[in-house]
């Protein structure tokens, strides 16, 4: 269940190899069926979006420099800027390493601040410590490593579930179509 919430596919394996295999085959497995998903959802999401991708370059290419994808994992959504002309010169290649790039940084930034955060609580909490008669600098540094130990596991497990995730939201043709008018009108 752990694999299929954070990873986003369902991993086969019977009850038969789970006790019969060890860990390192299983682990090995595990990525290789992960990886060989990473690859064929992006493939996918490539395909789908280029129609779109040379659409624009062929309409609007010599006003557009650069376009913004919105890729989603289900719950919540990052906008991707990709260069156009690149994306439709390596049949959206370009696309899909600039998700991986902008993805992994709106990770790192929203869990960074969430981790500063936690430090300032932390600051607040460990003057407490006097009073218990320990050396606050000691508590902080340890519950300070320990806190950035959580930042860097949360970061780690949070861009390689959005990545394994992400894909492009599909709209209905009228939907774009409300959303231009809108945005015209106001």
Known sequence: MNILSLLGFDFKITEEDYGKLDQET??????????????????????KSFPIVTDIFRTRGGTIEDILVPFTDGIKQIGVSANLKKCVESKNAELIKSMEKMITLAIIDQQWKEHLRDMDDLKQSVQNAVYEQKDPLLIYKFEGFEAFKRFISKVNE?????????????????QVQEARQAKDNG
Do not use: G, V, W
């Open 26 to 47: 299983i682990s090995e497995r595990l990525y290789d069926e992960a990886l060989a998903h990473y690859h064929q959802k992006n493939k996918a999401a490539a395909e």
């Open 158 to 174: 949070e861009t390689i579930s959005f990545l394994m995730k992400a894909d492009i939201p599909i709209r209905e043709a009228d």
